[in-house]
């Protein structure tokens, strides 16, 4: 389903721990690590998409979660001819997204890679909200970026968070609903495991930090 500018629609999902820490899926059999995301089927809003594509991706529900916020309007990007299949050339164009910031109200074990017959990722980890940009696809960097900053201000605050963010380095201008311009962190890199780039275009990680991967089997 395409919009008459030839985007998909499209959400993406920001899952955080009790830490701010948020969830990483790897691709099934790749080394491709990213956030659940998935199409909005016809019929469907942006709210039924998200709860759809978080129980087919990651096997949680709605009681599994709570919403924190989500971006106030579509975020799009464009894909390259070359990540484009053949017969979708001259009319699909790329992906535009709504995207949600989630509390994980339940537990780490109500996570389950295998809820459906066909599994998006065969393994997960917790790790740091901000991303480095120069480990994400590059078309893809601009979504990333608008989405994290967008919603880095409904972060739940706690000490971990305080800590955190007070030891960013780099920040981003943007506007406040009031119109107001704040400082939006943007904090210390987080890194890959051995081998972990995001698809479709692979890029080497740093060398890992110490939380662990979950596989599907644990």
């Known amino acids: 389903m395409l919009d008459r500018d030839g ?13 701010n820490q948020v969830f990483w899926g790897k691709r ?6 990213q956030f659940p995301q998935g199409g909005i089927d016809r019929g469907e ?16 529900l709605p009681e599994h979660v709570r919403i924190i916020a989500r971006t106030r309007d579509w975020l799009r990007y464009e894909v390259p001819d070359r990540y ?7 009319h699909y164009k790329g992906q535009k997204q709504i995207w949600y910031l989630l509390q994980l109200t339940g537990h780490d074990w ?7 017959n066909h599994p998006e990722f065969d393994a997960w980890r917790w790790n740091e909200y901000w991303v480095p ?7 893809k960097r601009g979504v990333y970026e608008m989405a994290l900053t967008e919603l880095a201000r409904y972060l739940p605050r706690h000490d971990h ?7 960013g380095i780099r920040t981003r201008e943007h506007e406040t609903a009031e119109g107001a311009v704040e400082q939006a962190p943007r904090g210390p890199a987080f890194e890959l495991p051995p081998g ?17 991967t979950r596989h599907a089997s644990s």
Do not use: C
Request: net charge neutral; charged share 30%.
């Open 45 to 60: 809003n942006p709210e039924q998409a998200m709860y759809r594509e978080l129980h087919e991706e990651v096997g949680l």
């Open 133 to 139: 940009l120069d480990v994400v696809v590059e078309f």
């Open 161 to 167: 968070r305080n800590r955190y963010l007070r030891g």
């Open 110 to 116: 109500n996570l389950n890679l295998r809820a459906t």
């Open 196 to 212: 972990g780039t995001f698809e479709p275009d692979p890029q080497t990680g740093q060398p890992p930090d110490s939380q662990e």
């Open 84 to 90: 484009i299949r053949r017969d979708a050339r001259g």
């Open 7 to 19: 985007f998909r629609p499209n959400v993406g999902i920001i899952l955080l721990n009790q830490k």
């Open 28 to 33: 099934i059999r790749t080394h491709s690590w």
